[in-house]
């Protein structure tokens, strides 16, 4: 299956860790690993928070479709 989310990709690009992105959303670390692994993604709702936290576009977290 190909990678829907690039969330990995920007963290490691704004030297910023799981277990921060993990506080920041009061999610479960194991969570985020699971959506930075493209095993699950997140809501909407939430790629929109974790851009502004990122201080990215939204559309930076995903892969580009073609």
């Known amino acids: 299956m190909k990678p829907i989310n690039r969330i990995k990709v920007v963290l490691v ?3 910023k860790t799981g277990k921060w992105l993990a506080e920041q959303l009061g999610k479960d670390p194991a969570t985020i690993s ?3 692994s493209n095993s699950i ?3 909407v709702e939430t ?3 974790i851009a502004e936290l ?3 576009d939204v559309r930076m977290l995903f892969n580009k479709s073609k």
């Open 41 to 43: 993604q997140p809501s």
């Open 47 to 49: 790629f929109s928070k």
């Open 13 to 15: 690009e704004k030297q």
């Open 34 to 36: 699971r959506w930075c």
């Open 54 to 56: 990122l201080n990215v």
